[in-house]
């Protein structure tokens, strides 16, 4: 080996040893600065103490317990804010620090200089008394003049009026806390020596706060909705031969539609049946007052009677239920309520034959009371005791008659605008103690009056007074030509003009 060679060997080996001095020398150096502290990224229950001594985590731990407030906040920025002589507050950190810190100290100086976490609970104390006291009164549970408490609203189907369709309002949270599960999650929060607490959080929010009992999402509403839906995409148009149309429209139903707490709809049916009538009544002729004129030409009001228009307000009331209550197809619906256009709607749309308990002559949408055939009637005007048939636009016959007993209400002959219902060459008419055949017969009403034959022996005293003392039990009685006569001059629903003169 060459002397330049042993020099080099010499010189790294005084290196090494001079290298390994100082790494032992910061070593213990290190150990010596870490004796009494904690590592070098080291936390503490969530904070930092990295590098601090034991000694002054003892000190910020005391000062910790002395300075120790909870802040609590909530919804709708709710805010309290418990201090430790508010609740006389005491943490015993004493013993369970020493423990962590003991724990600590095993370390050797490599294992300080990685990161440590440590968690320790400290025996908390309080007055649980005095925290319900404060809680019972604060504004976050009661409210005051600048923080307001709302109650949770239910998710609800409604009708939206753009739409014209069933809609569900989300639930409104509120922020309602209740007091005994408040207690306790801030009874735990101080038991853990937190400082921060937001009760909004879905972690505490579940526990503490009242909750509405239906959520838009809940399978029992979205059923609700379906059915709503069912019930009011409903277009019904009734329409009749002579013109005559009305429409029922989800504007109308949604006012008969009634969402239940068992997650239904309720039809009202009465409301629906309310609207029926008013439509009938709309169109409703039958008993109204006509302006007639009359063989002598004057013209004079009749109203009462059975002749006109009327619209069979069960068959329609069934007509509308069927038709809102039927299962409609879900394509339909789902199509109009992505796009309410006309032709969406007018799949959803049900056309009506009107159904009519009676008809007029005409349908005169101008003067509705004008109904009446005006060239083939017949007249009979009581205080005269006088029948006249018109035909053709004239007068084609007249005849003395003799009609009901007029001091007798039950047999009074009933005034109004009737009309022909059936005709009979024989009949026999009954009573509760009568019953006589007769001849050409031809009902008036349907409660028995009408022309008929009568062979009284008194036709030859016939006066324009006799119905006052012997008249009829309500028919209009004829001798048997003028019987014969009328019977074979008026026609089925010919009006019947009864009048007193």
Request: proline share 3%; hydrophobic share 35%; charged share 25%.
């Amino acid at each position: 080996m060459s002397f330049l060679d042993s020099k080099v060997k010499k010189g790294i080996m005084i290196g090494v040893t001079c290298l390994v001095t100082v790494i032992v020398i910061l070593i213990a150096a290190t150990g010596i600065y870490f004796h009494n502290r904690w590592g070098l990224h080291t936390t503490l229950n969530q904070i930092d103490v990295s590098k601090m001594t034991y000694a002054e985590t003892r000190k910020m731990m005391a000062q910790y317990t002395s300075d120790y407030q909870l802040e609590i906040t909530g919804r709708d920025g709710g805010k309290l804010q418990l201090t430790r002589e508010d609740i006389e507050v005491n943490i015993a950190y004493g013993n369970a620090l020493d423990q962590i810190i003991a724990i600590d100290k095993k370390k050797n100086v490599f294992s300080k200089m990685v990161p440590h976490t440590y968690e320790q609970e400290f025996p908390v104390a309080f007055s649980k008394e005095k925290l319900i006291a404060i809680l019972k009164n604060a504004s976050i549970i009661v409210g005051d003049s600048s923080y307001a408490i709302h109650k949770p609203k239910n998710a609800y189907v409604t009708y939206n009026d753009t739409k014209k369709a069933g809609e569900i309002v989300p639930e409104e949270l509120g922020n309602q806390l209740l007091l005994e599960p408040t207690v306790a999650v801030i009874a735990d929060a101080i038991e853990h020596a937190m400082q921060k607490i937001d009760l909004s959080e879905k972690t505490y929010a579940d526990q503490v706060y009242k909750k509405p009992k239906f959520y838009s999402t809940d399978d029992v509403l979205q059923t609700q909705l379906e059915q709503f839906n069912q019930y009011v995409l409903t277009w019904i148009t009734w329409t009749s031969e002579e013109g005559i149309t009305f429409s029922l429209t989800p504007e109308e139903i949604k006012d008969w539609l009634h969402p239940t707490k068992k997650g239904k709809v309720k039809l009202d049916q009465t409301a629906l049946k309310q609207w029926i009538e008013e439509r009938c009544l709309e169109y409703k002729t039958q008993g109204k007052t006509r302006t007639f004129t009359t063989h002598d030409k004057r013209k004079i009001k009749v109203a009462g009677g059975d002749y006109g228009w009327r619209i069979n307000y069960d068959n329609t009331v069934q007509q509308a239920l069927k038709r809102i209550q039927k299962k409609k197809d879900l394509t339909a619906i789902e199509a109009y309520l992505a796009d309410p256009s006309e032709e969406n709607q007018k799949a959803l749309t049900q056309e009506v034959k009107i159904n009519f308990s009676n008809k007029g002559y005409v349908w005169n949408p101008d003067n509705p009371m004008k109904d009446w055939n005006t060239q083939n009637y017949s007249e009979v005007d009581i205080k005269n005791q006088m029948v006249y048939v018109y035909k053709d636009g004239k007068l084609a016959y007249s005849s003395i008659c003799v009609t009901g007993l007029y001091s007798d209400p039950e047999r009074r002959t009933k005034l109004g605008c009737y009309f022909i219902k059936e005709k009979k060459e024989d009949y026999v008419l009954t009573g509760a103690d009568y019953e006589t055949p007769t001849k050409y017969w031809v009902r008036i009403m349907w409660t028995g009056t009408g022309y008929h034959y009568l062979g009284r022996s008194d036709w030859s005293r016939w006066t324009p007074q006799i119905y006052l003392s012997r008249g009829s039990h309500g028919c209009v009685n004829l001798q048997l030509e003028d019987a014969k006569a009328i019977y074979n001059l008026v026609g089925y629903r010919d009006p019947v003009f009864i009048y007193e003169g």
